[in-house]
DNA sequence: TAATCATATCTATTTATTTAGATATATAAA
DNA sequence: TTTATATATCTAAATAAATAGATATGATTA
């Protein structure tokens, strides 16, 4: 639970923002195309529309989510979805409330 | 209670160790000439000595903790104490866990 | 298998952060 | 009232992060 590197990446508005909105994928992005739940999260694209930011940028903010373990990616097809990390999310609170 | 900003502060190892070891400067510091209590915190100058980094750079951190209402200074003649904020610290880790 | 689509990676530019030396300020001491 | 001490601010250099265009990869489709 390396709380530095966690911190990092809540470090930048669009990273939060995209963590906040997979808590309720449902209210936040359009249904999939070929699935009809987000039980392995939200595809790229999806996110990316909602940013409006660009492919590059939001491929590279979600690797570096990755790398923290805040998320986990999962390939359906051609399609990467993204889910949160909950135990790893609930770890770092709790990290920072016993630590910090 | 602005998450991004405050993870910014937490964002770099030696500005959470200073959060760290102002939870308990008498384990962490040297007692004070003047005073032989903490309750204002700990002076500048001893929290640059345990982090080994220039006089500016800590100087430079601690403004930048203040701004995040992380610490709390007060002045005792020469020396500027720094003390935490406990109410904003909890206040993070409570909008973490609700907001997150 | 060629074309297409979604995502990842590479490369480059701009902007922000880290860090320290030099200087300024504020207080205390001689 | 000069001198010393503690801290803050200014300036600048080095490093890292943000961001996007171009290109590569991996999967599906025609």
Redesign the pocket.
């Given at each position: 639970m390396d709380i530095v590197e966690i911190s990092?990446v809540l470090?930048?508005k669009?990273r939060v923002n995209i963590l906040k909105w997979l808590k309720n994928p449902e209210a936040n992005f359009p249904p999939h195309q070929d699935i009809d739940h987000f039980d392995d999260g939200v595809?790229?694209?999806f996110i990316q529309d909602k940013t409006g930011?660009?492919?590059?940028?939001i491929?590279?903010y979600?690797?570096?989510m990755q790398n923290a373990n805040l998320v986990i990616?999962t390939?359906h097809?051609?399609?990467?979805y993204y889910r949160r990390n909950e135990d790893v999310i609930k770890a770092y609170v709790e990290a920072l409330k016993t630590d910090l």
């Open positions: 990092k470090a930048n669009t595809c790229v694209g930011l660009s492919q590059s940028t491929s590279t979600l690797n570096s990616p390939r097809g051609k399609w990467t």
